[in-house]
């Protein structure tokens, strides 16, 4: 098998998955049913990639799996695929989501319709990360909108409208910006080079440009990114969206799509245009850093346990944020992991938060005391999930902020410092929380709440143990990541030192 | 050696991991025995390592377990360095945690959540030995952060009374920002370095330049603020009480607590870079020891006092430390344990006979109910008070000793704390064993009961220990000491030695200031109804140092948060966002009324602009 | 006889005036598409003077496309008027604002 059909299969898989779930209509929970298996094939796949491209190790480049078709030449697009380090764990945590997210919301299996937008979320986001150009990054990031604005507007909450309508304005209106930085990219690269118009990212990464250039293609890079991840002050769309979502929807949006953002942040923002870096560090930097404040001390008011992890997700971005914008490999390779550990650690979150909310059809903090009572199990579970959000050594969340904390350290001191007061954030937070809804005597509803059952721990045990190993063990991940974060940074760096 | 030393944490881990999978179907005496039977293998294994580091060529060895995170310059191994300093902790450590495990097997028996307590216990000393015995920065954070967690959930341990859970959370929020300082101090070294190995630092420590040095000795000393509870984050402490009496014996006063000291001991090199950061942890210590004592003397609960006192002693410690008497904050450290421990699980017994009442003014008389008991907590006593011989005299005199010579201010003020040490315990004792009885209402007419072998075996060879404890480090045993075989270790000492006569002097004045506390004790303390006025409410409560953290930081930062939730949040970020669309709307609103319908408005308005058009073109070509 | 351009001008500037002030004071509908027309027709006769003048015959051809485009114009004119003179009784277009925003 020619190593550039696994994405190829990647990308495919889902997208029959979605029309034989749609097919399958008539029968229920048949759907639901080709949904999973669809879903297990993706992961198997996923992981396949990834363990061959340990073989590909000793090849120069750290670009896999790599091929290039141009579909239409005139407008320069084509399909152009590849992996390195970094969309590798991207790819893993896109089929890891989506199999979680099915599993954990069994009680939609009479929906053809959603687990066929889910399936085709997949495929959209999966294309996102793989794609080599940024032309077809560009329509599947634009993709992702239709199924998860169809998943939050007609699964969601009492607010579901409003909240979809918010995601798709925000989202759309900062795209405006990443379609006009490309396009204007693209052209540029055409003036200067001649010969037909490309977005390949190779091509584009040579193209010169002026200080002045750089800065607005990033600023407009970032508005897109930012709104996606999202960044301080671009994420208030998000509290609302995860909260008015329907668990899977609120999976796959903190868990996935918000990787996009940083994800973009990183190989297209940062890796294309390492001349603006001198002059955004500081401002991007600060923004993350506010991020990690802000969030912290909103997820402390909150009333309710998703928005919690809404914010809770506007700090973890902040830490992303800031490792992606250090410029230290360190740093770097700990933002990437933070990326993945994130995705994990919220599906977690949410997963439990689900479980809870279809007990008790509520999500609000003050309705809960005393679960550990009735309830040990989650309570265990959940305890694990929030640990390693705090960042506990030896748990998968502490590898990657420190990482980000000890290299952004190297590269900016102060900002490292004052992010550094997250852990404490961190902690108040999601204790606080924990304190609230755990601790206590159970009494009336609360004291009956059953506890996980074993299908929900079994959902739950991968997000386990992918926290715990990812933490004790995390070198097989750290040797794939690293080569391709280095290749990166040894191409900014030169640009980052002239000022 | 190294696969030796691998076992003392490995046996702790076994037991927590066993009884966490299969614990379900074990008893209760199943439980405790592995619990027990797996500390008490790794205090034999210590003794084991112990003897093969006096034996061996060299003092510094390292144990490589295996490669845990390795990006670009960043290399740390999950790897042990086994050494004087390392192998003491272990020691200490697993030898008074297989003491509490064996209490416990009684003390916690019929406990719903007897399993889940094991866990816990066994989990800790795991932590704690990874901290003592890792041989780098990172690993040690390991371990530094999984005391703390377990303490948290010992703490919160009857997670149902709201008190348990809330001192739990403030425990961990307090060592958090405590760990705070200990990452800013890895970033320091790591930056400047290039390595957290320890011995990697130690090599490169006298390249730091004086300021770097004294952020980071700053850094750690905020590090070790929050594990030890030193002042300003020592209010955790009392609240963690909160938890099982052998908890707050083993975790909040024998071993977690110490940790901070451990550390600051452990990068003597890197504050030996630094006097004025020295001078800043001699001054906390001091202070703290002292402000912890004042509260001591008027708390009702027993576990309270005995909580301030372990704020108070620990005080000592990092005094000692500041002053560069390592050897001596290390031999205070365990004779400490050996006494506050014995305290801790002698007030458990009297707790446990009394039927779970903490407050002293409802005990009294106790001597006779409790016969073994009785004895032993008076030889925990005497020690804390520095009565010669026992073990609390040395230790304290020791560093006394050094303080003097380097601070005759800091000094008077250890004084004045060793009297006060003296006056609290002695209060304790006649409130609790001395005196009329009390307890009538909380027995209902019964006697209290000694307890079980279990629990007082524990007691009786701690009882020994503190007596003779002294012995480890007597001031004329110059080398085959605690001191002389720490000493290397530290590879820089402050502290010179005291001419004998001097040493002496100074011995007669500590014992002074115990009699002297312990005289008026006794004679405030004879009649409890006449004594209530040498209670002081600001001391009782705290000095009121946590309404004041609570006016100064906690509300204004909640109030904060709220405000950005309520304003920040809708109106300006959001409102940013709306504003734009309602602008667009606004602006469209004032341009329909433009669009009259009449076809003349059009007409006029297109020959005005054609007009406009015109003379701006004649006014440009003419 | 040689009559000078400027008055074909100023004739064209008058019937242009004209047909403005018509346009802008007349209520019917039907005289204010017949000013349109003599503003039209000043600007044809406008082209015509400057393509005599300038010696180029692309001026004429350019009034050809006007009058189609004016023929054009007033059949659809009219038809509307028609339609409106149907529905209201009056071709007053002070009557007409319907397209007020």
New interface residues.
């Given amino acids: 098998m020619h190593s550039s059909l696994w994405l190829a299969a990647l990308l495919a898989v889902p997208l029959v998955g979605a029309l034989v779930a749609l097919l399958s209509t008539k029968t229920e929970g048949r759907s639901y049913l080709a949904a999973v298996v669809t879903a297990s094939v993706e992961m198997a796949l996923s992981l396949v990639v990834a363990l061959l491209y340990n073989n590909h190790l000793a090849k120069a480049s750290t670009y896999d799996f790599y091929s290039r078709h141009v579909l239409a030449a005139p407008f320069g697009l084509a399909y152009d695929v590849g992996v390195d380090g970094i969309s590798l764990l991207m790819v893993v945590l896109t089929s890891l989501v989506v199999l979680l997210a099915l599993l954990g919301s069994r009680e939609r299996r009479h929906e053809p319709a959603f687990v066929g937008w889910l399936l085709l979320l997949t495929t959209f986001t999966m294309g996102s990360f793989v794609s080599h150009d940024l032309l077809e990054f560009f329509i599947f990031f634009e993709l992702t909108l239709i199924p998860s604005y169809f998943i939050i507007g007609q699964w969601g909450g009492a607010e579901r409208a409003r909240a979809a309508l918010k995601f798709f304005i925000y989202t759309f209106g900062g795209s405006a910006f990443l379609f006009v930085g490309i396009m204007y990219l693209g052209f540029l690269h055409q003036h200067e080079a001649g010969g037909p118009l490309t977005f390949a990212y190779g091509a584009l990464s040579t193209t010169t440009m002026t200080h002045g250039t750089a800065v607005w293609i990033f600023i407009a890079f970032a508005i897109a990114f930012g709104v996606k991840a999202p960044i301080w002050p671009l994420h208030t769309w998000s509290p609302l969206a995860y909260a008015e979502a329907p668990i899977a929807g609120t999976i796959e949006l903190s868990a996935i799509l918000a990787k996009l953002g940083t994800y973009g942040l990183l190989r297209f923002a940062v890796g294309l245009l390492p001349l603006a870096l001198a002059d955004v560090r500081p401002v991007v930097l600060t923004l993350g850093v506010i991020g990690i404040l802000y969030g912290s001390a909103l997820a402390c008011v909150t009333p309710d346990l998703k928005r919690l992890v809404a914010y809770s997700s506007v700090a973890q971005m902040g830490f992303i944020v800031v490792g992606v914008m250090s410029g230290s490999t360190i740093a770097t390779v700990g933002a990437v992991l933070l990326m993945f550990n994130h995705g994990v650690i919220t599906i977690g979150f949410f997963l439990i938060i689900g479980f809870i909310e279809q007990r008790r059809g509520s999500i609000l903090v003050r309705d809960f005391t005393g679960l550990q009572g009735p309830a040990p199990v989650m309570a265990a579970l959940f305890t694990v999930v929030m640990l390693a959000s705090i960042g506990l050594p030896g748990l998968s969340g502490f590898v990657s902020e420190y990482f980000i904390l000890i290299g952004t350290f190297a590269t900016h001191a102060w900002w490292s410092v004052v992010a550094s007061t997250g852990v404490v954030g961190a902690a108040l937070y999601l204790l606080w929380a924990y304190q609230r809804v755990f601790h206590g005597r159970a009494e009336g509803a609360n004291a009956q709440l059953p506890d996980a059952t074993t299908r929900e721990r079994w959902v739950l045990v991968p997000v386990v143990v992918l926290i715990i190993v990812l933490g004790v063990f995390p070198q097989p991940v750290l040797d794939r990541v690293t080569p391709s974060v280095q290749e990166l940074i040894q191409h900014i760096a030169p640009a980052g030192l002239n000022k | 050696m190294g696969h030796v030393a691998t076992l003392i944490v490995l046996f702790p881990l076994l037991g927590f991991l066993l009884v966490l999978l299969n614990g379900r179907n074990m008893s209760e005496r199943q439980i405790g025995a592995i619990g027990t039977g797996a500390v008490t293998a790794s205090f034999v294994v210590s003794v084991i390592c112990f003897f093969l580091l006096l034996h061996h060529s060299s003092r510094e060895v390292t144990v490589h377990l295996?490669?845990?995170?390795?990006?670009?310059?960043?290399h740390v191994p999950a790897a042990l360095l086994v050494d004087p300093l390392s192998i003491t902790m272990s020691l200490f450590v697993t030898g008074i945690s297989a003491l509490i495990h064996l209490y416990s097997m009684a003390y916690m028996h019929g406990e719903k959540d007897y399993r889940k307590f094991f866990i816990y216990m066994n989990l800790f000393v795991f932590s704690m030995l990874v901290l003592v015995l890792a041989n780098n920065l990172?690993f040690t954070?390991?371990g530094?952060?999984?005391v703390g967690?377990c303490s948290?959930w010992l703490i919160?341990y009857y997670?149902?009374r709201?008190s348990a859970?809330?001192a739990?959370?403030k425990a961990?929020?307090y060592n958090?920002?405590g760990?705070?300082g200990l990452?800013?101090a890895?970033?320091?070294l790591?930056?400047r370095t290039g390595t957290l190995t320890y011995l990697g630092i130690f090599a490169r420590a006298g390249t730091l330049s004086p300021t770097i040095a004294t952020l980071t000795v700053l850094a750690l000393l905020l590090g070790a603020t929050g594990k030890s509870a030193q002042i300003p984050l020592f209010n955790w402490l009392p609240d963690a009480m909160e938890g099982p009496t052998p908890v707050s014996a083993l975790i909040h006063a024998a071993t977690m607590v110490t940790a901070g000291v451990y550390l600051l001991v452990r990068m003597s090199p890197v504050l030996a870079m630094s006097s004025s950061g020295r001078m800043s942890i001699a001054v906390i210590g001091g202070v703290t020891a002292f402000v912890a004592a004042t509260v001591a003397t008027s708390q009702k609960d027993i576990k309270k006092v005995l909580a301030f006192s372990t704020v108070s002693q620990i005080g000592y410690m990092v005094l000692a430390v500041g002053v560069g008497a390592y050897s001596a904050a290390i031999f205070l450290m365990i004779s400490h344990a050996f006494f506050k421990a014995l305290l801790f699980l002698g007030s458990g017994s009297i707790i446990h006979a009394l039927n779970g009442e903490q407050n002293m003014r409802l005990m009294g008389g106790l001597q006779k109910f409790l016969p073994l008991t009785f004895p032993t907590f008076l030889v925990g006593w005497l020690a804390i008070s520095g009565i010669p011989p026992f073990a609390g005299f040395w230790s304290k005199g020791d560093v006394l000793t050094n303080v003097f010579e380097h601070n005759k201010l800091l000094w008077a003020l250890g004084l004045l704390t060793a009297i006060l040490t003296a006056y609290y315990m002695t209060r304790l004792f006649v409130l609790t064993f001395r005196g009329n009885e009390r307890f009538g209402e909380v027995m209902n007419g019964h006697d209290p009961h000694e307890s079980p072998w279990v629990m007082t075996t524990p007691l009786i060879i701690l009882a020994i220990l503190s007596a003779v404890g002294g012995v480890m480090d007597l001031p004329w045993l110059h080398h085959d000491s605690l001191a002389g075989f720490l000493e290397p270790t530290f590879g820089y000492v402050v502290a010179g030695h005291a001419s004998t006569a001097a040493q002496f002097g100074l011995a007669l004045v500590d014992t002074a200031a115990a009699v002297i506390g312990l005289l008026a004790a006794f004679s405030i303390w004879r009649s409890i109804s006449s004594s209530s006025r040498y209670e002081s409410s600001f001391l009782e409560n705290v000095w009121h140092w946590d309404d004041f953290y609570d006016a100064t930081i906690g509300r204004p930062?909640?109030r904060?948060?709220?405000f950005?939730?309520d304003v920040i949040?809708p109106k300006v970020?959001?409102g940013?966002?709306s504003g734009v669309a309602v602008g667009l709307r606004r602006s469209g609103e004032g341009?329909?009324?433009?669009?009259?319908?009449?076809?003349?408005h059009y007409?006029?308005a297109t020959?005005l602009g054609v007009a406009v058009i015109v003379v701006y073109l004649v006014a440009r070509v003419g | 006889m040689n009559v000078p351009a400027a008055w074909y001008l100023v004739l064209a500037a008058i019937l242009f005036g004209i047909g403005a002030f018509g346009l802008l004071t007349r209520r019917s509908a039907l005289i204010m598409l017949m000013c349109l027309e003599l503003m039209l027709n000043a600007a044809n006769l406008t082209f015509v003077t400057f393509s005599r003048t300038l010696s180029d015959i692309s001026g004429q051809a350019i009034v050809f496309f006007v009058m189609v485009v004016a023929a054009a114009e007033v059949t659809v004119g009219l038809g509307i008027v028609v339609a409106i003179f149907r529905r209201r009784s009056s071709t007053s277009v002070d009557d007409l604002s319907e397209l007020k925003g």
């Fill in positions: 295996f490669g845990w995170l390795n990006v670009g310059t960043l990172v954070f390991v530094w952060e999984g967690l948290y919160s997670f149902d709201d859970a809330s739990g959370q961990f929020i958090r920002i760990d705070f990452l800013i890895m970033f320091l790591f930056s930062l909640t904060g948060a709220q950005a939730d949040e970020i959001d940013a966002v341009l329909r009324k433009v669009q009259s319908g009449f076809v003349r007409a006029l020959l």
